[in-house]
């Protein structure tokens, strides 16, 4: 596979595993329950991809740093709807 | 920072995003329950887990095609408990 191919793939799963937060976060925005999500998923979720984030830093990968500071930014809010809905 | 040291960051930041899902496979195994999980976020996100394991192929990078498969797996139980228990 040619680099450019493998770039984009890489973009594209990055986009998809970044964005599939958005659907969660507007289905408990909507429906203001968040019995059935996971606390301790989103809590554990949340310290990875802050520590994926100082990875992304320390290797100096623009792509793993921003795809996973807006996975952050999503799984945080998802955090705090689910704590607020219970 | 030294390689080993972002080496080992890597791997837990790895470990942590994926068995973040187990507590949320285990809520709803247990609840029977998932009305409040998106499905559109499950199947996104799997979606994009499976390219990165394309992508760990692509570039050979062990690292990213194990924890990607572990985290696919998991996803897709969370998938199929989500679909059958709606």
Redesign the interface.
């Known amino acids: 596979?040619d680099t450019q191919?493998?770039n984009i793939?890489?973009l594209?799963?990055?986009?998809?595993?970044?964005?599939?937060?958005?659907?969660?976060l507007?289905?408990?925005w909507k429906?203001k329950?968040?019995?059935?999500?996971?606390l301790?998923?989103?809590i554990?979720?949340s310290?990875?991809?802050f520590?994926?984030i100082?990875?992304g830093i320390?290797?100096g990968a623009m792509p793993i740093i921003v795809t996973n500071a807006v996975t952050l930014v999503l799984a945080l809010m998802i955090l705090v709807l689910k704590i607020r809905y219970r």
Not at 13 to 21: D, K, S
Not at 33 to 38: E, F, G, I, R, W
């Open positions: 596979m191919f493998i793939l890489g594209i799963a990055g986009t998809l595993t970044t964005i599939a937060f958005l659907p969660q507007f289905k408990t429906s329950s968040a019995k059935d999500v996971s301790v998923m989103m554990t979720f310290v990875g991809i520590l994926w100082i990875y320390a290797i």
